[in-house]
Structure formats: C-alpha cells, structure tokens
C-alpha cells in the first residue's frame, strides 16, 4: 500500500480559500500522475482535479474551473489544491489518488492506482 497523506483541510466561510496537500511517499512520484477527489455525505465520490506527471496536462470538474487550481511539486513528492471562492456545495472528505502511466491525467476513479484517506472541507454559508 502506498501512502498518501492528504492534509490543509478545515473549516471556512463561503468565499474563502483552503490549500490541500497531499504527501506521497513509497512510489517514484514522477511518474505518476495525480488527481484529487471528493465525496460529500450520501453522493458518489466525484472527480476534482487531475494533473499529468510533468503538469503539462491539467483537467477540472466544470463545477470548480475557474476557483480551483491542482499543481505538484515533483521535487517534494507533493501535489496541492488551492481552492478560492468556496462554496457550501464544496463541502466533502477530500482524497488525492496517483495513477501510473502518469503522462495523461484521467477524470475517472477506477484509473487510479493508489488513494488516500481523505481530508474533510467545510464550507460555511
């Protein structure tokens, strides 16, 4: 199993920011390609944001474009999301995910090979 630790969530009012990290470790981050994912309470998990291994493909969910931006740190084996505007919709757990074959990123879950734990966001209105 490899880890994936997702961190920066928290409460905030509407139209706030949070950044979300997530640490891996355990994989040559590099070639993986990375996306984040939420699941709020009695919906699907749903995709968010995903990005190639060397951040030249980057896709979003139409309901974050715009407000989200999903980047990593191949150096420090990290990928961020730094969400602006938030909206009490937003409100989910969180997860980043790494797929292998990183040189595409996908908006599909079953791609992934690895998830985290998750971190909750709370979107206050």
């Known amino acids: 199993q490899v880890p994936l630790v997702e961190s920066g969530g928290g409460l905030v009012q509407a139209g706030g920011s949070l950044r979300l990290s997530c640490a891996a470790s355990?994989?040559?981050?590099?070639?993986?390609?990375m996306g984040w994912f939420r699941q709020a309470p009695g919906k699907e998990r749903e995709f968010v944001a995903a990005i190639s291994w060397g951040g030249v493909c980057t896709t979003y969910a139409d309901s974050v474009k715009g407000r989200f931006t999903i980047s990593r740190d191949n150096a420090k084996n990290t990928v961020s999301l730094q969400m602006n505007s938030l909206k009490p919709e937003d409100t989910a757990t969180y997860y980043c995910a790494a797929k292998s074959g990183g040189n595409f990123c996908s908006t599909i879950l079953n791609d992934y090979n690895y998830g985290g734990q998750g971190t909750q966001v709370t979107v206050s209105s």
């Open positions: 355990g994989l040559t981050f590099s070639r993986y390609a």
